[in-house]
């Protein structure tokens, strides 16, 4: 059987480990180069870690599992009856196709935006990169994981960084989690001005509606964009992503959404943890076996500045600490429904388990 699948970001990828054995696979992407780590692109600016180890599979890590890598081929659309994609590079057929397109970053559509960098490629992270070494100092718009990972990590290697947030709370936490993160991102240098609007933006730094920020490199992390195209053109029903079930599947027969690219029921999961679930339960359900992927459930880890922070679940209602790094989160019935952990990983991977199982 003919596996497909476009896209070779952390989910494409983990699909195609994962069935090595039980399919004949090829991967494409539009991308030139093999799979490389996008969590680690901040650490990377920063200068803590080299190129090399954003590449945790070479090619010949591709060829000892038998999975065929198309690098610089774009897929365009799909020819659902002759079961074909049409890519810049040709044609390739299939019996089972796998969308992994994941997403891009928004770019904000203000004056003056050929000013500002994203942040979402290697490429992207090259070029922030070489701005940052010239010029010594970051502008950084955003109050999401993207923004304070970046920041937290240019400031720890000695640069001065300030942030730019439109609302005064952080990754979507209450103010009290906003304060604590806030604080330890000022330990390291991070400089914030919360509760500001860009306005626009030009060589010398960006006008917000509190005034004037000096700074050559601006980068804005203002979420993502889905990359549905391909659906769209070929018939396949998209929403703010491409529309799946409970089981990965499209409105098309044989096509199956996974990772930042994927809806279902107006849930975007956005995050490298789930959209390597997303690919194991997708594995699973196409061996035969049953599986499923909780999509109500959130749970995700980030390293900022040195510091992790683990949110579980649900993050609304009432909050209570049971020491200085957790939080619960419990509903009117005295349920858990949510935490959030700051630096204690084996205590998340517990709470996790035990949200998860529903306990009280
Ligand atoms: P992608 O990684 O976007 O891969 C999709 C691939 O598809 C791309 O290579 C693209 O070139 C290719 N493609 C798209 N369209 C086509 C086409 N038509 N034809 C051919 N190829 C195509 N997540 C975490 O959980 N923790 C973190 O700490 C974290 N930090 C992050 C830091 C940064 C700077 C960034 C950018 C992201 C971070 N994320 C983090 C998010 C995480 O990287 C994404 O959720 C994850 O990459 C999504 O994987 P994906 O495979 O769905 O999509």
């Known amino acids: ?32 180069i093999p799979y490389y780590s996008k969590p680690m692109l901040s650490h990377y600016i920063a200068g803590f870690v080299d190129e090399k180890s954003l590449f945790p599979y070479s090619f010949d890590w591709y060829e000892k599992k038998s999975i065929e890598l198309k690098l610089g081929a774009d897929a365009k659309v799909i020819d659902r009856a002759r079961k074909r994609v049409m890519t810049s590079e040709g044609e390739l057929d299939y019996d089972i196709l796998v969308l992994a397109t994941g997403a891009r970053a928004r770019e904000p559509m203000v004056e003056g935006r050929e000013h500002l960098n994203v942040l979402r490629t290697l490429e992207d992270a090259r070029a922030i990169k070489e701005i940052l070494e010239r010029e010594g100092d970051a502008v950084i718009l955003g109050g999401g994981f993207i923004a304070l990972e970046l920041a937290g990590n240019l400031a720890k290697a000695g640069y001065d960084v300030k942030l ?18 806030k604080k330890r991102l000022e330990d390291v240098g991070v ?13 010398r730094g ?15 992390a203002f979420g993502i964009i889905p990359n549905r195209e391909i659906a769209v053109r070929s018939g396949i029903h998209a929403g703010r992503g491409i ?13 199956y959404a996974i990772g930042d690219c994927a809806e279902y029921n107006g849930i975007i999961c956005g995050t490298a943890r789930a959209s390597m679930e997303h690919a194991k339960v997708l594995a ?11 999509f109500e459930f959130r749970s995700s880890i980030f390293k900022l500045a040195g510091f992790s922070v683990a949110i579980i679940g649900k993050i609304g209602g009432y909050g209570r600490w049971i020491d200085e790094n957790i939080k619960l989160f419990i509903d009117h019935r005295e349920k858990i429904i949510g935490a959030v952990v700051l630096d204690d990983l084996r205590s998340a991977t517990k709470l996790e388990k035990l949200i998860k199982s529903g306990a009280e």
């Open 1 to 32: 059987m003919k596996l497909l699948i476009v896209g070779n970001g952390i989910a494409g990828v983990t699909l195609a480990k994962e069935l090595s054995n039980d399919f004949d696979i090829t991967i494409i992407d539009r991308e030139n």
């Open 164 to 181: 730019i947030h439109r609302r005064n709370t952080l990754l979507g936490l209450d103010e009290e989690l906003s304060r604590i993160l």
């Open 191 to 203: 400089e914030f001005y919360l509760n500001t609007n860009l306005v626009k933006a030009d060589e």
């Open 206 to 220: 960006i006008l917000t509606d509190r005034g004037y920020v000096e700074g050559k490199l601006k980068v804005c």
């Open 243 to 255: 529309l799946i079930d409970d089981r990965f599947r499209t409105s098309a027969k044989d096509i």
């Open 284 to 294: 699973n359900l196409l061996r035969g076996r049953d599986d499923k992927y909780d």
